[in-house]
């Protein structure tokens, strides 16, 4: 075996092993593994004491590809369908947002002494957050089913499809053409090139993935899937675009066929070993005293990329007419750098100009990745703290928490109506957050007639249960005033199913708290949650399967029917669900209808509304 082989095979075993190490420890510390991959390039990279990795063109080879699965699979996971219910606030704020951030970005880079390039650069990476780490937190968390779940996958997406558009601008901007039109055609066929993707997406390649798919051959299957993302890259690199929008384009391809889960399942491995691989060697081009020697301009950059998208995010959030619960923890979810900012950065350090000269990286390389690597370790703990954060501005009356007085004028006759209808007819059932998993419980209401309030912050949903004549009150459910106008102290059965697991504990305190009497009915998403749900609920249901027809059989029960009727009820409302599943599913093809019913994405789970998908 070759010297060069030997010292290139024994590079790749020290980056896995460090890599192992360290985010093994990153992932006990409850912190991102990402990090731990970062900080094992620091430590085996040129700039450490222990410089075990000098030579590192061949890492940065595999590390394109590692950004190319990133970019497939992103495409795997991009579909129009995604934003539909959420399209509008996630454009506009998104957009807004990533503006905002590129000027303030830019005038900060020009303050600091750099030039109008490198202040671009800078403006550029600071509008792109993380999407695999607020993914993967809102995952750990449980928070992807919230309303505030669901609005970041959307402006996730809209910013990675800027960054997309980003990359490729860039890409012609520091080209070697001299003519401005032949510099920006790339962008024009680029444009043209996403047309003729889509349309083949949607014609062609689901019928070649269906073919091989039905020879029951992951070899094929894969070798297919390969085929077509690696095809699609050397199409995109002969019309001068860049392998990785390629890969990205061949994603979209293969998002279009009702096997995405299959190929992402299989692909997902791969791009895992290979984003590590990126992941360490962007650790080993960070100078750990650099921090040490320019603490002044880190902090700068720190100080203005945390406070201005938080606010950014926080104030296009609330101007879309969310809640201000909603609108703080949008924004103190994506206060960090996101993992298309380090493609950006190598872009410039491609043309020249992050580099001081040849080799060197400049002032603003190093700032702008010190920085992304320090946001990404307070990540986890801004999401997690965003309850908090919020219940600080409330009691400090920052953010607008109780209605105006003409508003509470109505609410307080609308919680008189509830009162005496109380005492007319005996009961009043509370439900607290309308998710998927209450739908049956409130169709088998509607068979009984029963009378019920629902109270969600989600203003669309609310205006559409309004209109469905559904006694609905628009709030957050944690907060003791919303509840108060609900009426839970008249309340005799309480139905919680908060996706949020500290916003579910605080309803059930207040709930417990105003009405001890009450029984109350919560969902939780695992032991834990269970463990601290229950110290107040009456019965906590973890499995989604069979936490609606728990709830059901509660509700029917605590309304004095007997076993039999309660059966026969949920017998005709499960049918009648099923009916109304398969009719849908036959009018929309393939994927759409199967994505649609089964909530497969993060974008697609929880988008029902009052007129939403209902449980099969």
């Known amino acids: 075996m070759q010297l060069d082989t030997l010292?290139?095979?024994?590079?790749?075993?020290?980056?896995?092993?460090?890599?192992?190490?360290l985010g093994y420890i990153a992932n006990k510390l409850g912190q991102p593994a990402m990090l731990g991959y970062l900080f094992a390039g620091m430590i085996i990279g040129p700039y450490s004491w222990s410089q075990l990795i000098n030579n590192t063109e061949e890492i940065e080879a595999l590390a394109k590809v590692g950004v190319s699965l990133l970019l497939f699979v992103v495409g795997l996971e991009f579909s129009p369908r995604k934003l539909k219910n959420i399209w509008r606030p996630s454009a506009l704020s998104g957009t807004f947002e990533m503006l905002l951030m590129f000027l303030l970005g830019t005038v900060v880079g020009l303050v600091l002494g750099w030039t109008l390039w490198e202040s671009f650069f800078l403006g550029t990476m600071l509008m792109i957050s993380s999407t695999i780490i607020i993914i993967?937190?809102?995952?750990?968390?449980?928070?992807?089913?919230?309303?505030?779940?669901?609005?970041?996958?959307?402006?996730?997406?809209v910013e990675d499809i800027g960054a997309i558009v980003i990359i490729t601008t860039i890409s012609s901007m520091t080209s070697d053409v001299d003519d401005l039109w032949l510099r920006f055609l790339p962008?024009?066929?680029?444009?043209?090139?996403?047309?003729?993707?889509?349309?083949?997406?949607?014609r062609i390649f689901p019928h070649i993935i269906e073919s091989v798919s039905r020879a029951h051959s992951k070899e094929l299957f894969l070798l297919t899937v390969f085929g077509i993302c690696i095809g699609v890259a050397v199409i995109s690199e002969m019309f001068g675009l860049s392998l990785a929008l390629g890969a990205f384009m061949a994603g979209v391809i293969l998002s279009e066929?009702?096997?995405?889960?299959?190929?992402?399942?299989?692909?997902?491995?791969?791009?895992?070993?290979?984003?590590?691989?990126?992941?360490?060697?962007?650790?080993?081009t960070i100078n750990p005293n650099y921090f040490l020697n320019n603490p002044f301009p880190i902090i700068v950059v720190i100080a203005v990329l945390m406070g201005g998208k938080c606010l950014a995010n926080s104030i296009t959030t609330r101007l879309m007419g969310y809640h201000p619960k909603t609108s703080v923890m949008v924004g103190m979810s994506m206060m960090q750098i996101g993992e298309f900012s380090f493609i950006i950065a190598t872009l410039g350090v491609e043309a020249g100009i992050l580099l001081t000269e040849p080799g060197v990286y400049s002032e603003t390389y190093s700032v702008i990745v010190t920085a992304a690597l320090i946001t990404m370790v307070f990540t986890p703990y801004a999401i997690k703290s965003g309850p908090g954060v919020y219940n600080w501005l409330a009691d400090h009356k920052l953010v607008r928490v109780h209605p105006e007085e003409e508003e509470v004028g109505e609410l307080d006759k609308e919680r008189s109506e509830r009162v005496a209808r109380k005492e007319k007819h005996g009961t009043h059932i509370l439900v607290l957050g309308y998710a998927e998993v209450v739908q049956e419980t409130i169709a088998c209401l509607d068979l009984a007639e029963q009378h019920y309030t629902i109270v969600d912050y989600d203003p669309a949903k609310v205006a559409r249960m309004r209109e469905r004549g559904i006694d609905a009150v628009y709030g957050d459910a944690a907060n003791y005033d919303v509840l108060h106008w609900a009426g839970v102290d008249i309340a005799t059965l309480i139905i919680v199913v908060v996706s949020d697991t500290i916003d579910a504990e605080n309803a059930i305190n207040h709930c417990h708290n105003a009405n001890p009497d009450a029984y109350i009915v919560a969902r939780a998403y695992g032991n834990f949650d269970k463990e601290r749900l229950g110290r107040f609920a009456d019965d906590v249901i973890i499995s989604e399967e069979v936490a609606g027809r728990r709830m059901a059989w509660h509700v029917l029960r605590d309304i004095g029917l007997e076993d039999e009727a309660i059966k026969q009820d949920i017998r005709i409302v499960h049918r009648e669900m099923v009916q109304k599943a398969s009719e849908e599913k036959s009018e929309k093809n393939g994927r759409e209808g199967y994505q649609d019913l089964g909530a497969t994405g993060p974008g697609d789970k929880g988008q029902e509304g009052p007129q939403g998908r209902q449980p099969g």
């Open 136 to 157: 993967k937190v809102l995952s750990e968390t449980g928070q992807l089913d919230t309303l505030h779940g669901r609005l970041l996958v959307g402006r996730l997406i």
């Open 257 to 284: 066929s009702e096997h995405n889960l299959d190929i992402m399942s299989q692909i997902k491995p791969l791009k895992d070993v290979f984003l590590i691989i990126f992941f360490v060697s962007v650790g080993m």
């Open 7 to 21: 010292n290139f095979l024994a590079n790749i075993a020290i980056m896995m092993i460090m890599a192992l190490i």
């Open 187 to 202: 962008i024009m066929i680029g444009l043209i090139f996403l047309i003729v993707v889509i349309l083949a997406g949607r």
